[in-house]
T-cell receptor, first 116, second 112 residues
Framework: DSGVTQTPKHLITATGQRVTLRCSPR?????VYWYQQSLDQGLQFLIQ???????AKGNILERFSAQQFPDLHSELNLSSLELGDSALYFC???????????????FGEGSWLTVV | GESVGLHLPTLSVQEGDNSIINCAYS??????FIWYKQESGKGPQFIID?????DKRQGQRVTVLLNKTVKHLSLQIAATQPGDSAVYFC???????????FGKGTMLLVSP
């Protein structure tokens, strides 16, 4: 158990809908990362927050957004869902913002999203 | 853009053998490398990491080797066990950045 908690574990929704994925980082971790894993794209970095502020942005679509709350939990919002958004979405956390080696990033178990 | 990649998509070994999983990276600014293990239906699990100022690091049954000259990273698993069967990812992080770039992954299959 990495200590990173994600909910829901599984989610099935229809195209055009909106969903919210939730993440609680490890105790003491200030950074939260979101990754998308699909069969054809592997693990793709979406976005990172550090202590409530957006820190880095990757291949995140405009239909997707995220935020980190004062209690450090984070939510990833996916809207106008398309079939191609079906994937495993991982949250990860680390103590620091980065910029220094050794800041281990721990992953949660993921949220399986199926868009039908 | 620059990326991290793996040479072999699938590696099949017998229980008890030593396994070697390879990874090539192209970003010369990378200063930190990590190996993750992902079992079916689970999240990536941290195995071992290495900084760019090192060329070898050992853990329990695992060793990571880094050759910066040819931008190559390898994970050696000693006395491979069926429980080691999983997909293994290498990931790199550029100096000054916190995000990880992952390779495509190698499936390790261990036969009893």
């Amino acid at each position: 158990d990495s200590g990173v908690t994600q909910t829901p574990k599984h989610l099935i929704t229809a195209t055009g809908q909106r969903v919210t994925l939730r993440c609680s980082p490890r105790s003491g971790d200030l950074s939260v990362y979101w990754y998308q894993q699909s069969l054809d794209q592997g693990l793709q970095f979406l976005i990172q927050y550090y202590n409530g502020e957006e820190r880095a942005k990757g291949n995140i679509l405009e239909r997707f957004s995220a935020q980190q709350f004062p209690d450090l939990h984070s939510e990833l919002n996916l809207s106008s869902l398309e079939l191609g958004d079906s994937a495993l979405y991982f949250c990860a956390s680390s103590v620091e913002d980065g910029g220094s080696s050794g800041n281990t990033i721990y992953f949660g178990e993921g949220s399986w999203l199926t868009v039908v | 853009g620059e990326s991290v990649g793996l040479h072999l998509p699938t590696l099949s070994v017998q229980e008890g053998d030593n396994s070697i999983i390879n990874c090539a990276y192209s970003n010369s600014a990378s200063d930190y490398f990590i190996w993750y293990k992902q079992e079916s239906g689970k999240g990536p699990q941290f195995i071992i990491d290495i900084r760019s100022n090192m060329d070898k690091r050992q853990g329990q049954r695992v060793t990571v080797l880094l050759n910066k000259t040819v931008k190559h990273l390898s994970l050696q698993i000693a006395a491979t066990q069926p429980g080691d069967s999983a997909v293994y990812f290498c990931a790199e992080r550029s100096s000054g950045y916190s995000t990880l770039t992952f390779g495509k992954g190698t499936m390790l299959l261990v036969s009893p």
